[in-house]
């Protein structure tokens, strides 16, 4: 599985041949940081999100799990972003993952921190940002600090339930999460913020899909999108992609 190593300040990009030897790298390296966790005495906290990619992601996660699950058993899933739909809805990230990944790998359930997007958007966020709060025992006014968030990217480069286009008062907004609404159904939605994803200790970005490309080049040299928002609010972001950066970036190619 041959790849592409390109490091970008802030970010590492990571360019593979296709989206299943993208979400196959990318599995294997998340299951490495779980064992690195497990054999630290930690009980990592991980942020999902959605998406086409994701899928993909989960199916080749659990495959790279089988007979090992434990390690994944450990650690405790929250989501970068939630539609407001009930558990079990067809359009619901938790219902996503759950489905390809947690339950196959026998998560507890007391490990499954979801989303409850059937409260709707405004209880939902509130619901949420109190739970990750509790968990990793953060005071009012602090920001809880998540150990790894899984992104996707939008062909409108955005991340999580982030849009283009938000007031500066939204995009500073202090709240854990927030609601959204999106620019296409379901509507209601409610996101993580973007002081968490600059807070988070890793955020791995997997971008891949057809429409994306120009999204992806601008948000590696502007900060205008909501990607190119996260990237300069962070350093290390690592970027698993199908997709081609712009020209003129200098690589050093590897094996994978």
């Not at 690195?36 to 990619?53: D, F, N, W």
């Not at 009012?140 to 480069?157: I, K, S, Y």
């Not at 999460?177 to 955020?203: C, F, N, Q």
Request: with cysteine; glycine share 10%; proline share 7%.
């Amino acid at each position: 599985m041959e790849q592409q190593i390109i490091m970008s300040p802030p970010c590492e990009i990571r360019i593979f041949g296709s989206p299943g030897d993208l979400a196959k790298a990318a599995a294997q390296d998340w299951f490495e940081f779980l064992q690195v966790m497990s054999l630290a005495g930690r009980e990592p906290s991980v942020a999902l999100s959605g998406g086409r990619i994701a899928r993909v992601f989960f199916e080749e996660a659990a495959r790279v799990i089988a007979g090992q699950e434990a390690m994944v058993q450990r650690a405790h899933y929250f989501w970068a972003d939630e539609r407001c739909v009930p558990a079990d809805h067809a359009e619901s990230n938790y219902a996503l993952a759950a489905r390809a990944l947690l339950r196959p790998a026998g998560v507890p359930e007391v490990n499954v921190h979801r989303i409850p997007g059937e409260f709707g958007g405004q209880l939902a966020a509130r619901t949420a940002g109190r739970g990750l709060m509790k968990w990793t025992g953060t005071d009012a006014g602090e920001v809880p600090v998540l150990d790894l968030v899984l992104l996707g990217m939008g062909e409108d480069g955005h991340v999580a339930s982030l849009f283009p286009g938000e007031t500066p008062d939204a995009m500073d907004s202090p709240q854990v999460y927030r609601a959204v609404t999106a620019p296409k159904p379901p509507r209601e939605r409610v996101t993580i913020s973007y002081d968490i994803l600059a807070r988070a200790e890793a955020v791995w970005l997997l971008a891949s899909g057809d429409g994306k490309e120009e999204a992806f080049k601008s948000a590696l040299t502007s900060a205008e999108s909501p990607l190119g928002r996260v990237l300069r609010s962070r350093s290390g972001t690592r970027i698993y992609t199908d997709l081609r950066p712009e020209s003129g970036f200098e690589g050093q190619s590897g094996g994978g």
